[in-house]
Each structure stands twice: as C-alpha cells, then as structure tokens.
C-alpha cells in the first residue's frame, strides 16, 4: 500500500463526558447513548464487535447485531455451532464493542455469554422476515462449503420444504445474553484528551471511576 497512513486523522469535537452527566446507572446512559447512535447513525446502529476466546487462549472477533437489552444484559442470536458459539461454550467470558464514529462515541462491555431461554429464541425467530428464517435453517455456520451454489441449493431446498408453512427455529441457532460486570464509555474528545467513564460491577452495586485517555 503506498497511502500514507500516518496522515489519516481527525480531531474528536463533538461532546464531553463529566461524571454528573454520566449519572450512577450504566444501563440508563447506554439506552441514552444507544438512542442517540440510531438518530445520528443510520446504518447499522446495533451493531458491535463481538470478541471471544477459544479453549487455546486466542481471541477471535467478529461484528454481530444487538438485539435486545434489558435487566439481563445484551443479546444477540446466532448459530449454536458455529465458530463463536463452540468459543462461549468452552469459555463464557466475553466483550462487545459498540463504536459510533459519527459520534465519537464507544463502549466496552465486557462480562458472561450464557443461551436465553427456548422460548424467547422462538418468539424473535417468528419474527424475523422470511428470508432470514430459512437462511439461519440453511446455513451450517463456519463450517467450509463447496460452492456459493451449492449453498443457494440448499437455501432453495429449505424453501420448497417449508413452502406452506412456517418456518420452523432450528435447534441449533438461538439467543445468547452477555451479562455484563464491566461497562465502560469512550467519549472521543480534542487533543486525544479523551473522557472515559468505567463502571465495574461489585455484588450487585455499580461503581464509576474515571481513567486517563
């Protein structure tokens, strides 16, 4: 590549981050921040890099799309045997990172991945457009196919199989729910002097601290 890349920057300037603006409830300022980002940020507001590790100690990530947050946690859906989800079954510890460039925003969250119940699963399946229902049946996740083809083959097949009906939740793809006990917020600021408020959960109570940029 022969762009310079040192040359590529911009100053943050959009807000700032004090302690009484942060309040005392991390859940209440990542709703706040999160209704802020789908005002400003169109395209893909939910989503987020979702990290994991594998029984080795090396860390895989990938961008996921939150779909739910409530007194739990955060959720998302995928495929139980795919990559990440072998990954939370060998160890549950987890992070998402949320980044908003039109914002200058980020969070970090970080805490355990264990599967929802059967029942929600199914209830946000049925939801979900058609063409996603016999995608998620379709694809074995991760796994290493022949062909674009062959995977359109196997999507048509779903397709026939389910022509007049609905389509059935496969046993194999639900929702999992980071519970988080580390959550902390990135507001970029100028000169780098960046604000970053941290909570850290202790038995049940939030703490806030603030660290150096």
Same mark, same amino acid.
């Given at each position: ?8 920057? *911009? ?10 603006? &942060? ?5 209440? =300022?990542?709703?706040? !921040?999160?209704?802020? @980002? ?8 939910? @989503? ?12 895989? +990530? *990938? ?9 739990? #946690?955060?959720?998302? $859906? ?39 119940? %059967? /029942? &929600?699963?199914? /209830?946000?399946?049925?939801? *979900? ?5 016999? +995608? ?6 991760? &796994?290493?196919? @022949?062909? %674009?083809?062959? =995977? ?9 199989? $389910? /022509?007049?009906?609905?389509? &059935?939740?496969?046993?194999? !793809? ?13 507001? #970029? ?20 601290? *603030?660290?150096?940029?």
């Amino acid at each position: 590549m022969n762009r310079d890349l040192h040359s590529i920057r *911009r100053d943050y300037n959009f807000d700032d981050l004090l302690e009484e603006k &942060a309040g005392n409830d991390p859940f209440s =300022l990542f709703d706040t !921040w999160l209704e802020k @980002a789908i005002e400003a940020c169109p395209d893909d507001p939910t @989503a987020m890099v979702l990290s994991t590790v594998d029984q080795e100690g090396v860390p895989h +990530a *990938r961008v996921v799309l939150l779909k739910k947050r409530d007194h739990n #946690g955060f959720t998302f $859906f995928t495929n139980y045997d795919s990559e990440k989800g072998q990954q939370i079954a060998q160890n549950n510890q987890a992070s998402m990172t949320f980044f908003w460039p039109a914002l200058s925003r980020q969070i970090r969250v970080e805490g355990t991945i264990e599967k929802i119940d %059967r /029942a &929600a699963t199914q /209830a946000y399946f049925a939801s *979900r457009p058609r063409g996603s229902q016999l +995608a998620a049946r379709t694809s074995q996740q991760s &796994a290493v196919i @022949a062909s %674009r083809d062959a =995977l359109q083959e196997a999507f048509s097949k779903e397709e026939s199989a $389910f /022509a007049d009906q609905d389509v &059935a939740c496969p046993e194999n !793809w639900g929702g999992y729910v980071l519970r988080p006990n580390f959550i902390e917020f990135w507001q #970029g600021r100028p000169s780098r002097l960046h604000d970053r408020i941290c909570f850290t959960e202790h038995q049940g109570e939030w703490n806030m601290t *603030r660290k150096a940029p």
